[in-house]
């Protein structure tokens, strides 16, 4: 018989509720940036990828860059993305700038799923 996880109803409410807090998908990410929301949009990548295509309005902060964030807000959200779902450069990007006191929040699939949306990218 399987091993199905039975969660605690707490536990996953408190889990569920921090991902919603720190997490956005990109139709979301996209309405956000149509109503002019204060969003600082951080791309991680490595910057030959950043200058093929990336999300209009975005920043290029690749790792080498994440103690000096230049270009990021303590006054708005900075939404982070990478690569990939299974990139965690966004990730770690987002607990480097949460502990210099930026407010952060990841697009979940990354530059990948934001382009398997059919949302507009810049491209060089």
């Known amino acids: 018989m399987a091993n199905v996880p039975k969660p605690d109803p707490q536990t996953a409410l408190k889990y569920f509720q921090t991902k919603l807090d720190c997490t956005t998908g990109p139709i979301e990410l996209s309405h956000w940036l149509e109503e002019k929301a204060p ?67 990841e697009l979940e699939g990354g530059f990948n799923t934001w382009q398997k949306a059919q949302l507009e990218v810049v491209t060089k």
Do not use: M
Request: proline fraction near 7%.
């Open 39 to 105: 969003l600082t949009i951080v791309d991680v990548r490595r910057p030959e990828d950043y200058e093929k295509a990336h999300i209009p309005g975005a920043i290029n902060l690749p790792k080498e860059q994440w103690r000096t964030p230049k270009g990021l807000s303590k006054d708005k959200t900075n939404v982070v993305y990478c690569y990939s779902q299974t990139c965690h450069l966004a990730a770690g990007a987002a607990v480097e700038f949460a502990k210099l006191g930026y407010p952060v929040v």
